[in-house]
């Protein structure tokens, strides 16, 4: 189901802590790595927990290019954005994805490459990933504050939203369907055009929301929620 982001060679994730936009950019990295040149950017430079860069060597393993902010994983307290996360605008990937720390500080990072993402603007889909579940995207007023943060900091407008919303392997479909009304308002409110709703085989095979939906399988588990 990944024709949800159709042909666009650059995928952007945003999403709070919680949110499971990481999730979703190693589903996307590994499925495209399957059959395209495909490179993961880790822009999380906010949350120290479950980013895309803790699956980094089982990334490459799968073929997938990854880069990374320099002392990403260590014990430094304040990353840098290697120069070499600029090639990805003129290398030879099919696909690029973006895992951006989803509050205004992260998009901040984002916002540093706006210059080099307006070129290729056509090329590029941004998509705010939501949990209603989590705290900071439990209601429109939520998700709206939060998008029109993130859109001022990285400087890119949003294209759409995905409903992700989830309590990882708990997730019912009715926590899918529940959330949806409240994300159509957001995407309403901002003027999004598009609505993705998210969630593994199991959660999204008996709900009914009319709108596009992408499998994924999650990989990014807490600890607290692994059964002993």
């Avoid at 949990?131 to 998700?143: A, M, W």
């Avoid at 999204?204 to 990014?220: A, D, Q, S």
Wanted: net charge negative; with cysteine.
């Amino acid at each position: 189901m990944n024709n949800c982001f159709g042909s666009s060679r650059m995928i952007v994730l945003t999403g709070n802590y919680g949110s499971g936009k990481t999730e979703i950019a190693l589903h996307l990295a590994e499925t495209f790595a399957e059959r395209e040149k495909t490179t993961l950017v880790d822009l999380d430079i906010v949350n120290p927990y479950f980013r895309s860069g803790e699956k980094a060597e089982e990334l490459r393993r799968k073929g997938v290019r990854v880069l990374m902010p320099t002392f990403a994983m260590t014990t430094v307290d304040i990353p840098a954005l290697p120069a070499e996360i600029q090639s990805v605008f003129e290398s030879d990937a099919d696909r690029v994805i973006f895992d951006v720390g989803g509050d205004d500080t992260g998009a901040a990072a984002l916002g540093r490459y706006y210059p080099s993402f307006m070129k290729i603007r056509d090329q590029v889909i941004t998509a705010l990933v939501v949990n209603c579940l989590r705290p900071l995207t439990e209601t429109r007023e939520d998700i709206i504050d939060l998008a029109e943060r993130i859109q001022a900091r990285g400087r890119l407008k949003l294209d759409l939203i995905i409903n992700n919303t989830n309590l990882a392997d708990q997730t019912s479909g009715d926590m899918l369907e529940a959330a949806a009304e409240t994300v159509r308002e957001s995407a309403k409110a901002l003027r999004i055009p598009r609505l993705i709703h998210c969630g593994t085989e199991k959660t999204l095979e008996r709900i009914t929301l009319p709108e596009e939906k992408l499998v994924i399988r999650r990989r990014m588990v807490p600890e607290w929620m692994v059964d002993e």
